[in-house]
């Protein structure tokens, strides 16, 4: 069978990036994928009361409509997180929009929330085993009357089917969405989700993503609004709409940027908020990882977990296998009974950084 497992990688860059993408998923779901064989009790963790095999896993964003959970889960990733899902389908912005910059490794996209909506999503979800450790990624639609009542609808419609649930509202690519960060916005939200939340025979847990792209004083903002509300945790982050030092010729198109280019300011951003929030609270490091040693780094930076997407556009389907060997290849070098125990260990240092 040829499809994108067997295909080299500069036959699938030839296609458009979104036909390349549904093609993934479709390989995806025969599932003839390579099932990884690192199984290492050194890289377990517990975060927010969940037991993950291993401290990666796969961003949303890529498994949008929740179609492929189970595939991916085989690929050797400890958890993953489907969606954006919002209460109705949308088709999201014009085409093109998604863009290779292959000489910097990144991927710019403004997509704007494209799913086929909750019912869909909570139908194939139903039909799972339920092996596994599954995020549900909520957001709210582009021309919805009242944003914080659609992620009220999220979490009531995913909350029995969800390890955790992750509250969106950091996209670049619905307008006006990235106010939700803002401080009085912030607060009423998080009391919405938690609220409805206690209303739920299943409580998972709440994460929220940011964006990259906040300063000293916004991040204070988040905190203080985080750590008041009773959510479980922070993933660190989102796409951003800056454009550091990139070569590739469509770096100019307007999105949100992921990739290689991401990883530094979503590091500094993520020890800086770990110094703000403290040991407790759990954070999801995102953007740029691609190796095991990038993964590493954003565990001495302050993370519990670490999601990768664009770094497996690059990589291949058997990144999260070299990524976890070297994990544990790490592990013995360092001479720890947990990779864990290596969190926080490069915090201060990197929180030093300016971005």
């Given at each position: 069978?040829?499809?994108l497992?067997?295909?080299g990688?500069s036959?699938v860059?030839?296609?458009?990036?979104?036909t390349?993408?549904?093609?993934s998923?479709?390989a995806?779901k025969?599932?003839?994928?390579?099932?990884?064989?690192v199984?290492?009790?050194?890289?377990k963790?517990t975060?927010?009361?969940?037991s993950?095999?291993n401290p990666?896993g796969?961003a949303?964003?890529?498994?949008k409509?929740?179609?492929v959970p189970?595939?991916?889960?085989?690929?050797?990733?400890?958890?993953v997180?489907v969606?954006?899902?919002?209460?109705?389908?949308?088709g999201?912005?014009p085409?093109?929009?998604?863009?290779?910059?292959v000489k910097?490794?990144a991927?710019i996209?403004r997509?704007g929330?494209?799913n086929?909506g909750?019912?869909?999503a909570y139908?194939?979800?139903s039909?799972?085993?339920?092996r596994g450790?599954l995020g549900?990624?909520?957001?709210?639609?582009?021309?919805?009357a009242?944003r914080?009542a659609?992620?009220?609808?999220?979490?009531a419609?995913?909350a029995?089917?969800?390890?955790?649930i992750?509250?969106n509202i950091?996209?670049?690519?619905t307008?006006?969405?990235?106010?939700?960060?803002?401080p009085e916005?912030?607060a009423q939200?998080l009391?919405?989700v938690?609220e409805?939340r206690a209303r739920?025979?299943?409580k998972p847990?709440?994460?929220?993503?940011?964006?990259p792209?906040?300063?000293?004083?916004a991040?204070?903002?988040i905190?203080?609004a985080?750590l008041k509300?009773g959510?479980e945790?922070?993933?660190?982050?989102n796409?951003?709409i800056?454009?550091p030092?990139?070569?590739?010729?469509q770096s100019?198109?307007?999105g949100?940027?992921?990739g290689r280019?991401?990883f530094?300011?979503?590091?500094?951003?993520?020890a800086?908020?770990r110094?703000?929030v403290?040991p407790?609270?759990?954070l999801?490091g995102a953007g740029?990882?691609?190796?095991?040693e990038?993964?590493l780094?954003k565990?001495?930076?302050?993370?519990?977990?670490v999601?990768?997407?664009?770094g497996?556009?690059?990589?291949g389907?058997g990144?999260?296998?070299?990524i976890l060997?070297?994990l544990?290849?790490?592990a013995?070098?360092?001479?720890v009974?947990q990779?864990?125990?290596?969190?926080?260990s490069?915090t201060?240092?990197?929180?030093?950084?300016t971005i």
């Amino acid at each position: 069978m040829i499809d994108l497992f067997t295909l080299g990688r500069s036959a699938v860059f030839r296609l458009d990036p979104e036909t390349a993408h549904g093609m993934s998923i479709n390989a995806l779901k025969t599932g003839l994928v390579p099932a990884c064989t690192v199984d290492d009790s050194r890289l377990k963790t517990t975060v927010a009361g969940l037991s993950f095999p291993n401290p990666l896993g796969m961003a949303a964003g890529y498994d949008k409509n929740a179609e492929v959970p189970d595939a991916l889960l085989k690929l050797g990733y400890g958890f993953v997180e489907v969606g954006t899902v919002t209460p109705k389908p949308q088709g999201g912005n014009p085409k093109p929009r998604i863009f290779r910059l292959v000489k910097d490794e990144a991927i710019i996209n403004r997509l704007g929330f494209n799913n086929e909506g909750h019912d869909a999503a909570y139908a194939r979800l139903s039909r799972r085993a339920r092996r596994g450790i599954l995020g549900v990624n909520i957001g709210a639609n582009k021309d919805s009357a009242d944003r914080m009542a659609d992620y009220r609808l999220g979490v009531a419609r995913f909350a029995d089917l969800a390890s955790y649930i992750t509250v969106n509202i950091s996209s670049p690519n619905t307008p006006g969405l990235r106010g939700l960060q803002d401080p009085e916005a912030l607060a009423q939200l998080l009391d919405v989700v938690c609220e409805e939340r206690a209303r739920q025979s299943a409580k998972p847990p709440i994460f929220l993503k940011i964006a990259p792209d906040l300063d000293d004083l916004a991040l204070d903002a988040i905190a203080d609004a985080v750590l008041k509300s009773g959510i479980e945790g922070l993933i660190v982050s989102n796409t951003t709409i800056a454009r550091p030092r990139l070569s590739d010729h469509q770096s100019k198109e307007t999105g949100g940027l992921s990739g290689r280019p991401l990883f530094v300011p979503s590091t500094v951003m993520l020890a800086k908020m770990r110094s703000r929030v403290g040991p407790a609270l759990a954070l999801i490091g995102a953007g740029g990882v691609e190796t095991a040693e990038t993964a590493l780094q954003k565990i001495r930076a302050g993370a519990d977990l670490v999601q990768i997407y664009t770094g497996m556009i690059y990589g291949g389907p058997g990144l999260p296998s070299r990524i976890l060997s070297g994990l544990s290849d790490h592990a013995t070098r360092l001479g720890v009974t947990q990779l864990s125990q290596l969190r926080d260990s490069g915090t201060e240092e990197w929180a030093k950084r300016t971005i």
